[in-house]
């Protein structure tokens, strides 16, 4: 593997892993003096340092070191805006003079012929280096390079620029990498086509370079021509033709456009074997015969005819000026649907009338590619593959095709089983033919119809060296370019979506605006009502710390009419006993009077009976009159006594009852 190193630096990033192991062939390009000695001091195995910077002119320029050595170039830096964090590291230290060279002179003084992977790293003077490799620009397969997304240095290139270069000269950028909080950005660029974009001529007409065969004409804007250009056209396909023709083949071209499967096989076949191709396309099949012409081939023949089931007159439906390989008989019963330009009646042939008219025992390799019509074709071929004059086909399967022609690729698959054939598909990787799983149906694919599987292999393994080397390198670039296209295509739905969702977010600023001031027009209204709400909030809470007074005020008065209950009712229960207790003296009294009224009456009957002996009793009578009175005073101070308790009593039932009515006010 030869790998070129070009700011090199310490070799850490690229010089160094790649030297690992002593297999590859390293040039490290490093315009540092100082730093180009201590990469030589490694002495690491294959490597080859030069002291220079590569750039359009061959001799001498000034070249800025700045403090951080690995931000040196040969253009001065302009630390503004984003880059000043950087300020310190991107300080002009020293300006020396450098030993310039051309990358094209370069690679001609080592004789490279072909570089597997370039890295650069010239901080801003990447554009003017792919241009100082000229047309060697070619021999490189693989670049890596890094530009600035915010610019950095006066002059430097942009990513846009050196994008549009190298794709202009075969190139495609398959993947991308940030760095240094964004303002910087890794490039990595495959090689899909060794020839530059196709050019258009005073004619009109498009002109490509087909690898290893030569240039080609195409109908300006011509799909497959785009498709080619890009390097994703049926690059498998074309490298089966490099592993399976020999020299003295016949090969047939059934749809051949402006041939390119015809050039290759030509390039093969020499000036041994036969191409034979078919067109019904007048236009386009003027251009076949002058590309095949111009290439220098004279071991062809062309037919403007197309291919059917039986000879005749048909009409062809044409594909406009970008889609002419895609003209056809097949037409579905709305033929408005179809996007075709136009249609003309040309003549049509069966294969098998065209065999026995050339007096063809054998085509060693047929291509069919007729938009749909491959049923019908083969149909007009059965007496010939009957016969074993065609073993081995390649046919496109396309299901919206053949649909269209009122068939299906399934039908297509059991009318080739019908007729003996395997349905096989090229392996890129053992290149080598597998049998075809079955399938219901397929959008588009190359298959191939073999009649004796092993021979056909046997055949591919012993392809001559330089075939299989085109093959290889075909499936390579058609891999690379494949992956480059596919990695354009997410990247192309991402900045849709990107864009999309940028619409959607601006969409959504404006949305979010007016419903901001439509918010802003209905939130003063309700600004007001709720400063009335506030207010009437105010008011009723006011209202609650009042009535909460109050009721504070209320359970206070509460507790201590509560209070003067329990003392009234402690009062009456003293006053009920004595009650009581008065009650039991007057009954104490009342029993007093009742002794005394028994005394009275037995000391009148006493009294009587001294009468009768006053004289004896005299004495007794004054002491007993004496007692009499005593008792009589006695009796009066009791019933005064038992008066005054009567009317204490009712006078204390009052106030008792007075009170009761009192505390049953105080309830609630």
Not at 245 to 267: M, N, W
Not at 382 to 389: D, L, M, V
């Amino acid at each position: 593997m030869i790998v070129v190193d070009i700011g090199a630096y310490d070799g850490s990033a690229v010089t160094i892993p790649f030297a690992e192991g002593g297999q590859n062939i390293i040039y490290a390009v490093e315009p540092i003096p100082e730093i180009a000695k201590e990469l030589e001091k490694l002495a690491l195995p294959g490597v080859t340092v030069l002291n220079a910077a590569v750039g359009l002119e061959d001799g001498e320029a000034p070249f800025f070191v700045n403090r951080d050595k690995q931000t040196s170039s040969l253009l001065p830096n302009l630390c503004k805006g984003a880059w000043e964090p950087y300020f310190e590291k991107l300080q002009l230290d020293a300006t020396i003079q450098v030993h310039v060279i051309r990358l094209d002179t370069f690679i001609q003084q080592h004789q490279i012929e072909e570089i597997d992977f370039l890295k650069i790293d010239t901080r801003g003077n990447e554009l003017n280096l792919l241009k100082s490799a000229g047309d060697t620009l070619h021999r490189i397969k693989k670049i890596t390079l890094k530009v600035q997304v915010v610019p950095l240095y006066t002059g430097s290139s942009s990513k846009d620029e050196i994008v549009d270069y190298l794709e202009c000269l075969g190139f495609r950028l398959y993947h991308t990498d940030f760095q240094t909080e964004h303002l910087e950005e890794s490039l990595e660029f495959v090689r899909v086509n060794r020839f530059a974009r196709a050019t258009t001529e005073l004619n009109q007409s498009l002109v490509v370079e087909i690898p290893f065969v030569g240039s080609l004409r195409f109908p300006r804007n011509d799909y497959v021509a785009s498709l080619l250009e890009e390097g994703i056209f049926e690059g498998p396909e074309q490298a089966f033709l490099w592993l399976y023709l020999r020299k003295g083949d016949i090969f047939f071209d059934c749809g051949a456009h402006v041939g390119l499967f015809s050039a290759i096989a030509s390039k093969i076949l020499g000036d041994e074997g036969k191409v034979i191709g078919f067109e019904p396309h007048p236009d386009i099949f003027r251009l076949y015969n002058d590309n095949l012409s111009n290439l220098g081939h004279s071991l062809f023949q062309g037919f403007n005819v197309g291919l059917s089931e039986q000879d005749g007159q048909a009409q062809l439906y044409l594909g406009d000026e970008r889609k002419s390989a895609f003209s056809t008989f097949a037409m579905d019963k709305n033929p408005e649907s179809q996007e075709f330009s136009s249609s003309i009646w040309v003549q049509q042939r069966s294969l098998d009338t065209v065999l026995r008219e050339l007096a063809i025992d054998t085509v060693d390799f047929a291509k069919l590619d007729v938009e749909g019509w491959e049923y019908f074709v083969l149909d007009g071929a059965k007496e010939s593959i009957g016969a074993g004059k065609l073993p081995l086909w390649m046919i496109e399967f396309t299901e919206e095709n053949a649909q269209v022609s009122g068939k299906s690729t399934k039908a297509l698959r059991q009318k080739l089983e019908e007729l003996g054939y395997i349905l096989c598909y090229f392996n890129a990787t053992t290149l080598r033919l597998e049998p075809e799983p079955v399938r219901d149906s397929y959008i588009y694919k190359n298959l191939f119809a073999v009649q004796d599987l092993e021979e056909v292999n046997l055949r591919l393994h012993n392809a001559a060296p330089m075939a299989k080397n085109y093959a290889r390198q075909l499936i390579q670039m058609w891999d690379a370019a494949f992956s480059a296209y596919s990695f354009r295509q997410e990247r192309e739905i991402l900045v849709q979506r990107l864009n999309f969702a940028q619409e959607e977010l601006a969409n959504a600023q404006v949305n979010f605006s007016k419903e901001i001031e439509d918010l802003g027009k209905s939130i003063h209204p309700l600004h007001v009502q709720l400063s009335d709400k506030e207010a009437l909030i105010e008011s009723i809470h006011k209202q609650l710390m009042d009535k909460e007074e109050l009721i504070i005020s209320n359970s206070t008065q509460l507790f201590e009419k509560e209070a003067l209950i329990h003392q009234l009712d402690a009062h009456i229960k003293q006053l009920n006993t004595r009650l009581e207790q008065a009650h039991h003296h007057e009954v104490s009294l009342t029993a007093s009077l009742k002794r005394l009224a028994n005394s009275e009456e037995r000391d009148q009957r006493i009294i009587k009976n001294l009468r009768t002996d006053k004289k004896s009793q005299k004495d007794r009578l004054k002491k007993i009159t004496s007692r009499l009175d005593k008792v009589e005073s006695e009796k009066r101070a009791l019933e005064q006594e038992v008066e005054h308790l009567k009317t204490g009593r009712a006078a204390l039932k009052q106030v008792i009852k007075a009170l009761i009515l009192r505390v049953r006010g105080m309830l609630p």
